[in-house]
């Protein structure tokens, strides 16, 4: 991934970052936008921030129900501005400490792709990413005491290669949302945009028509963010009512989608699973019924390929600008009216140029959520959660024709730079 910094430093050796109170409006900015590339041997999705005193570019990947920021500390030499977060403090209880150790606050960091956990110790530094302001990017803007936990480096086993931890997007104090939205004045918002190769995370106001070249947010549906009763998870939660093929529902028993007291069930959005999967009994009826829609529709089935259980020739296959003309998938939510629609281009999986499979996983009879949807299907459809008003905001942008590669980034301005 190209560094921002990297381009900016040689030609300006002394990075001074210009203080602004909040005084000075036009000055502030008004959005934070990361980039984000998708490592294609993991299907992670990685984003780039400057952490340290010397703002050293730090790759992480993408966790949309990350509760913070994890990195290993030991990889680089200690930043020179670096604090450990003491433990009966208020920085400590925001983070929701699993314990202290020499008087250090402790938190667990989870690498979910290993399923391997450990305590962390809660450090706070320099954090800096690029924002944008009066309509264009290219400016760096910094938070001196920025909170995350130093991780142990067993928690990188599995993680894309060169990256240094996880960057956590859930609703909890210390993710990166809340941090931004703490220090910038930003409504507690952003916007998560995935592409099969470059996207976004946009944090403030939403400029998409100057990113986009669209304003797409016309288009938009929303649908509430639901929560167990508890209100514990800090992970992304939808509501879906039914299921629909080509337009015709699915006969499934409706209390397979509510989310009970416990937080089981529900529709669960993620970066981490890379292809959406259902329970057990939930997949069996869809895949049967695609199975008879596809054959409908003049769809060639072949052999299965691992891990997927449904493929189909590709010969004779018209496509659109929503990708190959097969059934399409409605996630009914909170009425008739309001679908989350899933065309061709994040159904089908080409697996080779003869061979495309239907990118849905049996997520077995044990799965938390009813449905997880994961990175393939988010893949080109704008997301918006908002935390003020727990709602999600979606539209997919093939209807558009753009898509989340189309965000357009700039190079850091040498003179150009927020520091809170």
Same mark, same amino acid.
């Given at each position: 991934?190209?560094?921002?910094?990297?381009?900016?430093?040689?030609?300006?050796?002394?990075?001074?970052?210009?203080?602004?109170?909040?005084?000075?409006?036009?000055?502030?900015?008004?959005?934070?936008?990361?980039?984000?590339?998708?490592?294609?041997?993991?299907?992670?999705?990685?984003?780039?921030?400057?952490?340290?005193?010397?703002?050293?570019?730090?790759?992480?990947?993408?966790?949309?129900?990350?509760?913070?920021?994890?990195?290993?500390?030991?990889?680089?030499?200690?930043?020179?501005?670096?604090?450990?977060?003491?433990?009966?403090?208020?920085?400590?209880?925001?983070?929701?400490?699993?314990?202290?150790?020499?008087?250090?606050?402790?938190?667990?960091?989870?690498?979910?792709?290993?399923?391997?956990?450990?305590?962390?110790?809660?450090?706070?530094?320099?954090?800096?990413?690029?924002?944008?302001?009066?309509?264009?990017?290219?400016?760096?803007?910094?938070?001196?005491?920025?909170?995350?936990?130093?991780?142990?480096?067993? *928690?990188?086993?599995?993680?894309?290669?060169?990256? %240094?931890?996880? /960057?956590? @997007?859930?609703? =909890?104090?210390? $993710?990166?949302? !809340?941090? *931004?939205?703490?220090?910038?004045?930003?409504?507690? %918002?952003?916007? /998560?945009? @995935?592409?099969? =190769?470059?996207? $976004?995370?946009? !944090?403030?106001?939403?400029?998409?028509?100057?990113?986009?070249?669209?304003?797409?947010?016309?288009?938009?549906?929303?649908?509430?963010?639901?929560? !167990?009763?508890?209100?514990?998870?800090?992970?992304?939660?939808?509501?879906?009512?039914?299921?629909?093929?080509?337009?015709?529902?699915?006969?499934?028993?409706?209390?397979?989608?509510?989310?009970?007291?416990?937080?089981?069930?529900?529709?669960?959005?993620?970066?981490?699973?890379?292809?959406?999967?259902?329970?057990?009994?939930?997949?069996?009826?869809?895949?049967?019924?695609?199975?008879?829609?596809?054959?409908?529709?003049?769809?060639?089935?072949?052999?299965?390929?691992?891990?997927?259980?449904?493929?189909?020739?590709?010969?004779?296959?018209?496509?659109?600008?929503?990708?190959?003309?097969?059934?399409?998938?409605?996630?009914?939510?909170?009425?008739?009216?309001?679908?989350?629609?899933?065309?061709?281009?994040?159904?089908?999986?080409?697996?080779?140029?003869?061979?495309?499979?239907?990118?849905?996983?049996?997520?077995?009879?044990?799965?938390?959520?009813?449905?997880?949807?994961?990175?393939?299907?988010?893949?080109?459809?704008?997301?918006?959660?908002?935390?003020?008003?727990?709602?999600?905001?979606?539209?997919?942008?093939?209807?558009?024709?753009?898509?989340?590669?189309?965000?357009?980034?700039?190079?850091?301005?040498?003179?150009?730079?927020?520091?809170?």
């Amino acid at each position: 991934m190209p560094s921002l910094l990297q381009i900016f430093l040689p030609l300006f050796p002394f990075f001074f970052l210009v203080s602004f109170s909040f005084s000075h409006g036009p000055f502030l900015p008004k959005a934070i936008i990361l980039p984000v590339n998708k490592d294609l041997s993991t299907f992670q999705y990685v984003t780039q921030v400057y952490m340290g005193a010397h703002l050293v570019p730090t790759n992480l990947v993408v966790d949309l129900g990350g509760s913070f920021l994890w990195t290993n500390c030991g990889l680089t030499s200690v930043s020179s501005s670096q604090k450990l977060v003491p433990c009966n403090s208020l920085k400590c209880s925001m983070a929701k400490p699993n314990g202290c150790t020499n008087k250090i606050c402790g938190v667990q960091s989870e690498n979910p792709f290993t399923k391997v956990a450990a305590t962390g110790e809660l450090a706070e530094d320099m954090f800096a990413v690029e924002f944008i302001d009066e309509l264009k990017t290219g400016s760096i803007a910094s938070i001196h005491e920025f909170l995350f936990s130093c991780a142990s480096t067993a *928690l990188l086993q599995g993680l894309a290669r060169g990256a %240094k931890g996880m /960057l956590g @997007l859930g609703n =909890s104090r210390i $993710a990166l949302p !809340s941090q *931004l939205s703490d220090t910038f004045g930003f409504q507690r %918002k952003f916007a /998560l945009c @995935l592409s099969s =190769s470059n996207g $976004a995370i946009i !944090s403030g106001e939403s400029p998409y028509l100057s990113l986009l070249g669209h304003d797409v947010s016309r288009s938009m549906l929303y649908t509430p963010l639901i929560s !167990s009763k508890d209100g514990v998870s800090e992970e992304y939660y939808i509501n879906v009512k039914s299921i629909k093929i080509n337009g015709k529902k699915l006969s499934l028993n409706t209390s397979l989608f509510k989310m009970d007291e416990e937080g089981v069930g529900g529709t669960k959005i993620s970066t981490i699973s890379p292809f959406t999967s259902m329970k057990s009994s939930i997949y069996k009826t869809f895949i049967e019924a695609y199975e008879k829609f596809a054959i409908s529709m003049n769809l060639t089935k072949v052999e299965s390929i691992a891990p997927f259980e449904l493929c189909f020739s590709t010969e004779g296959i018209d496509v659109t600008k929503v990708g190959p003309n097969v059934p399409t998938m409605d996630l009914v939510l909170q009425s008739e009216m309001v679908k989350w629609r899933i065309y061709g281009r994040n159904s089908m999986v080409k697996v080779s140029d003869e061979v495309m499979c239907l990118g849905y996983l049996d997520g077995g009879v044990n799965q938390k959520a009813s449905i997880v949807i994961g990175g393939y299907q988010l893949e080109d459809n704008l997301l918006e959660f908002n935390l003020g008003t727990s709602m999600l905001g979606f539209t997919p942008l093939s209807m558009a024709e753009t898509s989340c590669s189309d965000f357009m980034f700039h190079s850091v301005s040498k003179d150009s730079s927020f520091d809170s």
